[in-house]
């Protein structure tokens, strides 16, 4: 008892010394958004109930769940604001940013094709705005300080699930042109770039975020029911989403030997999210095949409204929020999780 007391202050301490993460800085699709799809014009939103209503002040903020995102808990746990703003969000100013931004957008991926198919924001653009975020934070701080935060950073970054999903096994183009190995290669080499493109600006502490098990989203298992698979997990998407997890995790091994001065981490949801998919209950879940919002079946986005009686009242009963994305209960635990066997070695 002494020994576990000595050990959580040991701990405690070793975690409290984070002033050495000034900022969390986020790229990547709707399972970081933190609102910038409101923005901008596409269908792909979530600014409205029940979205957010577990969030601070029950407020849909256009986040993709009943609460919380990974990098706003991973913001908190580095010391920070329990949560991350975006950059788009007209509430929050540069001095606000200097903490923490975020430039992800639901339904984009690492394929311009794939944010194309909702007109949400391409990664490129996302590297747009982070570099004019970049000459505000020096306006505002003075080139020197602003160059501590943004190389002292974490960066997360987390996509790849609608280049599969939304794109390749839905529209035709991609597939006429790569079958699903030279597909991953491609996405690969985008990732590379990008991850050298943030190193070339500043980063130095980034994590590239893995995919969950994709096959599993409620969607996937309804679409799966209508084809005669049972409501079962897709286990084809399962396994192109493990192998693209190896790739990501090699891509890792590789950036790290090759630039200097960086430390680059893989949090990769999956094997936490299939167990709890697997065996919900040990996690404190009732369901994981269908999502708490309307039917659990399909809906999402517009088709998860307030107009909807059948969604659940205590959403953290359910893994899923809406049929493509966690509560803010699931969330949390793979926060946690990521948090501390990663992205502490960040601090
Ligand atoms: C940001 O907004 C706050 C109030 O919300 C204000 O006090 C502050 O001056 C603003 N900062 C800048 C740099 O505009
Ligand atoms: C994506 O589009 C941008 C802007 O047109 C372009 O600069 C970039 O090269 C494209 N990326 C790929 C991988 O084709």
Not at 52 to 60: N, S, V
Not at 227 to 252: H, P, Q, R
């Amino acid at each position: 008892m002494g020994l576990f007391i000595l050990f959580a202050i040991i701990f405690m301490q070793i975690y409290n010394a984070g002033a050495n993460v000034p900022a969390v800085i986020v790229f990547g699709d709707s399972s970081v958004d933190a609102g910038n799809n409101n923005q901008i014009q596409t269908v792909l939103k979530s600014n409205f109930r029940p979205y957010g209503r577990d969030f601070f002040g029950g407020k849909a903020t256009g986040r993709f769940s009943n609460g919380r995102v990974p990098p706003d808990f991973i913001s908190e746990y580095f010391g920070l604001r329990p949560y991350v703003p975006a950059y788009l969000d007209p509430a929050y100013n540069i001095s606000d940013f200097a903490t923490g931004v975020c430039f992800a957008s639901a339904g984009t991926g690492y394929d311009n094709a794939t944010s194309d198919v909702l007109s949400v924001i391409p990664l490129w653009k996302e590297v747009e705005y982070y570099k004019e975020y970049q000459k505000k934070l020096r306006e505002h701080l003075g080139v020197e300080k602003a160059n501590t935060i943004l190389s002292e950073a974490v960066y997360l970054t987390s996509m790849g699930t609608n280049d599969f999903l939304e794109n390749y096994y839905t529209l035709p183009n991609r597939r006429s042109q790569y079958n699903i190995n030279q597909y991953q290669d491609y996405l690969i080499t985008i990732a590379e770039s990008f991850i050298k493109e943030l190193y070339g600006l500043g980063a130095r502490k980034i994590s590239l975020g893995g995919l969950p098990p994709m096959g599993c989203l409620p969607l996937e298992r309804t679409t799966g029911f209508m084809t005669g698979n049972g409501g079962m997990c897709n286990d084809d998407y399962n396994k192109v989403a493990m192998t693209f997890n190896g790739k990501l995790s090699g891509l890792v091994k590789r950036l790290n030997g090759e630039l200097s001065g960086s430390k680059i981490v893989f949090s990769n949801p999956y094997p936490l999210l299939d167990q709890i998919v697997q065996k919900p209950s040990s996690f404190g879940f009732e369901s994981a095949s269908v999502a708490c919002c309307s039917t659990g079946l399909f809906e999402m986005g517009y088709m998860c409204n307030q107009y909807n009686p059948f969604t659940c009242s205590n959403a953290n009963t359910y893994v899923f929020w809406d049929s493509f994305h966690p509560t803010e209960k699931t969330n949390h635990i793979i926060s946690q999780h990521l948090f501390k066997t990663v992205l502490s070695t960040l601090l």
